[in-house]
């Protein structure tokens, strides 16, 4: 069982940044591959970015590619998705996943355990 808690979301203008972190549980972290995924209101949770086991392969969707970025640090056991040039576009609440398939997923199926989301808002 992994337990995941996102957190550093918040109200930032366009063309600003923050960093979500998820923390995770569990001697096993390092095996699963991670992802990030967000919902804004009234439209379907739609795939952002995920990672691999090992933090070598990454993959996102195309609307934030160049200004996101994934990483994961495997011995605290957290992953981050840093969010540069913000759009209000970007709005939504925003949730990490683990799959313990170890790959990188964008399909929310795929993923076995899911954090409670944490709320990213960007004013125009």
């Known amino acids: 069982q992994v337990q995941l808690v996102e957190s550093g979301g918040g109200l930032v203008q366009t063309g600003g940044s923050l960093r979500l972190s998820c923390a995770a549980s569990?001697?096993?972290?390092?095996?699963?591959?991670m992802g990030w995924f967000r919902q804004a209101p009234g439209k379907e949770r739609e795939f952002v970015a995920a990672?691999?086991?090992?933090?070598?392969?990454?993959y996102y969707t195309d609307s934030v590619k160049g200004r996101f970025t994934i990483a994961r640090d495997n011995s605290k056991n957290m992953v981050y998705l840093q969010m540069n040039v913000l759009k209000p576009e970007d709005t939504a609440v925003y949730y990490c996943?683990?799959?313990?398939?170890?790959?990188?997923?964008?399909?929310?199926?795929?993923?076995?355990?899911w954090g409670q989301g944490t709320q990213v808002t960007v004013s125009s």
């Open positions: 990672i691999n086991w090992s933090g070598g392969s990454t």
């Open positions: 569990g001697r096993t972290f390092s095996s699963y591959g």
């Open positions: 996943a683990a799959g313990k398939a170890g790959y990188l997923y964008t399909t929310g199926s795929w993923y076995d355990y």
